[in-house]
């Protein structure tokens, strides 16, 4: 059977026996309703409040509270600050639908939010830590800032001091979903995600954070050097946005679509993303339409906490040949 190579932490993570063991101790002491007056719910308290307490101690954020889905957990961070929004055309579609206003970006992904009107003082920004199909950081700005760290939270340095931080346990490597809210004062904000897989999500969050600057460093040389090698490869790729975090990246490949690229990579054993809609439901991606740049034939790497980053090499020999190969069978390896 083909070795299999997850290219993509979005499509979540198998159980390491780390999260089996975190989830066997939790899940047989820290079952009950946190809340529930009983010593089962006291005792589910007191491993939900260890638990908030480190992530306090890695983070410098007061205040912490446990989500079940990121989604949720931003639009609950938000109503809780009751002020204008004001975000980026690149953010995830379900703000952008619910945000009064967003800020268009130039070629590279970057907002220039100083040309939109209004009281500094009352409007809150959502920037982005790293936006999740492209790596590409917001510019820092002044006042009032939500950052969307879901992409990058243990695998970036944080950008700026934000107001509020939303972190989402799966860009560390945690195979459960929780949202986790930071911030610098109360924002009366109620824990949704159970304990046990809070526990899991946090005892990951331990292993991964203190080594985040190494980290990054390698997957910075290593994704640089993929880049090369496959400009070097392949004719008519195009890498999108500046300003990127190491472990996210975004490229096109001219006249093909992105759905059979990753059904003939993923053959291959390579499992990647797509970073847009369009392999769900034909739709291209708003976020490189947002940015002007080709939707078509889109690929995202967004690179596991503990991928042996040796493979991007294989990696890049094995998207050229695909491509090539997939270009010729569509008759349009000569344009």
């Excluded at 700026?160 to 610098?184: H, K, N, Q, Y």
């Excluded at 109360?186 to 990951?204: E, H, K, N, R, T």
Aim: charged share 20%; with cysteine.
């Amino acid at each position: 059977m083909t070795a299999r190579s997850l290219l993509d932490f979005r499509a979540g993570a198998p159980w390491s026996e780390y999260a089996l063991a975190a989830l066997s101790r939790s899940a047989g002491a820290a079952w009950a309703d946190p809340s529930h007056p009983s010593s089962e719910g006291r005792r589910s308290a007191v491993w939900l409040e260890a638990a908030r307490a480190t992530v306090r101690d890695l983070s410098g954020y007061a205040h912490v509270t446990f989500m079940s889905g990121r989604d949720s957990a931003m639009l609950a961070a938000l109503e809780a600050l009751d002020r204008p929004w004001t975000t980026s055309a690149t953010n995830r579609q379900f703000l952008l639908r619910r945000l009064p206003r967003s800020v268009p970006v130039d070629s590279d992904g970057q907002a220039h939010f100083e040309d939109v009107p209004g009281s500094e003082g009352q409007r809150v920004r959502v920037l982005q830590a790293g936006n999740e199909e492209t790596g590409v950081i917001d510019a820092v700005v002044e006042g009032r800032v939500v950052l969307d760290a879901s992409a990058t939270f243990a695998r970036a340095p944080l950008p700026m001091d934000a107001e509020v931080v939303l972190a989402d346990a799966r860009a560390w490597g945690s195979p459960t979903d929780v949202a986790i809210v930071l911030s610098r004062r109360p924002l009366g904000l109620s824990d949704s995600a159970q304990v046990p897989q809070v526990v899991v999500a946090v005892d990951q969050l331990s292993r991964v954070m203190p080594g985040m600057a190494q980290r990054s460093h390698d997957e910075s040389r290593a994704i640089e050097a993929f880049e090369g090698k496959l400009r070097g490869l392949l004719a008519d790729v195009q890498f999108h946005g500046r300003q990127r975090v190491a472990h996210i990246r975004s490229f096109s490949i001219l006249h093909l679509d992105a759905e059979t690229i990753m059904r003939a990579l993923d053959q291959q054993g390579f499992v990647v993303g797509s970073g847009s809609a369009c392999v769900l439901d034909g739709r291209p991606s708003h976020v490189l339409a947002a940015m002007g740049r080709i939707t078509h034939g889109n690929l995202r790497l967004a690179l596991p906490w503990d991928l042996d980053l040796a493979v991007l090499d294989r990696f890049a020999e094995a998207v050229a040949n695909t491509a090539q190969a997939l270009r010729v069978e569509a008759g349009v390896d000569d344009l």
